[in-house]
Nanobody, 128 residues
Framework: QVQLVESGGGLVQAGGSLRLSCAAS????????MGWFRQTPGKEREFVAS????????YYADAVKGRFTISRDNAKKTVYLQMNSLEPEDTAVYYC?????????????????????WGQGTQVTVSS
């Protein structure tokens, strides 16, 4: 069982930066690949980034590649999303999530509805 709690969202101007954190509880955090997803009203949740259990392999959605960086600290049981050069189109609720026995590569292409664990989400609003 994994419980996830996101933090770090807020209001920022276009071009600014935010760092999201996702703190996990449970003894097996290091055995889960982790992902960040986002959702806007009326749209399905979409993949943003994923990271392997070791943190050495990462994947990004094309829309955020080169601007966002996912990382993790297994000792702190936390996964991060550094977001730079933010755009109004990045406005969304951001969720961290994971699925048992799923690689970061698979997380990139699977339907988010298949995730086993989600946090409560954190709102990111980018003003123009």
């Amino acid at each position: 069982q994994v419980q996830l709690v996101e933090s770090g969202g807020g209001l920022v101007q276009a071009g600014g930066s935010l760092r999201l954190s996702c703190a996990a509880s449970g003894r097996t955090f290091s055995s889960y690949a982790m992902g960040w997803f986002r959702q806007t009203p009326g749209k399905e949740r979409e993949f943003v980034a994923s990271i392997s259990t070791s943190g050495q392999v990462t994947y990004y959605a094309d829309a955020v590649k080169g601007r966002f960086t996912i990382s993790r600290d297994n000792a702190k049981k936390t996964v991060y999303l550094q977001m730079n050069s933010l755009e109004p189109e990045d406005t969304a609720v951001y969720y961290c999530g994971t699925r048992r026995d799923t690689t970061a590569q698979t997380m990139r292409i699977m339907s988010p509805s298949l995730a086993h664990y989600w946090g409560q989400g954190t709102q990111v609003t980018v003003s123009s």
